[in-house]
């Protein structure tokens, strides 16, 4: 059986209205894509934590107008180890479980967490704090079927406390529950271990034992510093940030790391190249069909 089971490209709402979603959903069926990640917080759909009926009914209709695995990114800002929001944040992740479930969607996305350089004389109780948001997550998704993918992130501010991707891997071992995989971003990976002048490639080898979904991109894993661009196009044009650019943009080896590295059964290969990139979208998705091929050819050799 293969590790990774599809691909495709990541979606959301332009403007906060599902009309804008809708038409993006329409251009990537017409491209032959078969999952989209949906960022359902690009939409009023959770207030307070629970969802509103009626617009999660609106986007259940539309979901299904589709044939798309789909897959959900939760919030962008998620931060389980802030003491201040921990809890309406977990209530907010549990009502968009309760979305995935309505339109079929059986893994989604949480941020790893942070603390800001004042913070710090926190850090081994932020680290108890995330492990028992997640656990929590973890045990309401289970009913429903529902992974939590775990996602690494890279340093944003000066002193900023983060897991590291082999310290986001310990995280999902140290939970222990069937329902909590570990997301590998391979950008932030890269620019992470720049950052801290780490082995980007051994980083990838301690989360892929336990790596259940991917988000791939490229770049050039060069931290952005304090560099701020006038246009997003600048940062592209020095190479600098989280670049979420086309694959062979960059300089990242994609088909070294796939034949390299295997993942966790059912794992989704979800680039996340946006609507800026269209008319690189499909090279991207006969490349990333290209690796899903290798890791399987490569997966094949190992077992015999």
Request: aromatic content about 8%.
């Amino acid at each position: 059986m293969n590790s990774i089971i599809s691909t495709g490209f990541n979606s959301g709402s332009s403007d906060g209205e599902l009309g804008s979603l809708e038409t993006d959903l329409r251009r990537l069926a017409d491209m032959g894509v078969d999952t989209v990640e949906l960022a359902l917080t690009t939409i009023d759909l959770i207030a307070g934590g629970r969802a509103i009926e009626e617009r999660a009914e609106r986007l259940e209709a539309l979901t299904c107008q589709f044939p798309f695995r789909y897959t959900v990114h939760g919030l962008v800002s998620s931060n389980f180890m802030d003491p201040a929001t921990a809890r309406y944040q977990v209530d907010a992740a549990k009502a968009l479980v309760e979305v995935c479930d309505s339109i079929g969607a059986r893994v989604i996305v949480q941020h790893g967490g942070h603390l800001r350089a004042d913070q710090l004389f926190e850090r081994a109780e932020a680290d108890r704090r995330e492990r028992e948001a997640l656990f929590e997550l973890a045990e309401f998704a289970r009913p429903y079927g529902v992974r939590i993918a775990f996602e690494n992130i890279f340093t944003t501010e000066p002193g900023q406390y983060r897991q590291t991707p082999a310290e986001i891997a310990a995280t999902v071992k140290a939970v222990d529950h069937p329902n909590l995989v570990a997301l590998i971003d391979f950008s932030h990976a890269y620019i992470e271990s720049t950052w801290r002048g780490l082995d980007f490639r051994d980083e990838l080898r301690a989360m892929a034992p336990v790596a259940g979904h991917l988000h791939v991109h490229d770049s050039f894993g060069r931290p952005q510093g304090f560099y701020k661009p006038y246009h997003p196009q600048e940062s592209t044009a020095l190479g600098l940030g989280d670049l979420h650019m086309p694959l062979g943009w960059g300089d990242i080896d994609w088909e070294d790391i796939f034949s390299e590295l295997t993942f966790l059964p059912d794992t989704v290969l979800m680039m996340e190249i946006g609507p800026r990139y269209r008319s690189e979208q499909p090279a991207c998705l006969e490349r990333a069909q290209q690796l899903m091929a290798l890791n399987a050819a490569q997966k094949s050799i190992a077992a015999e």
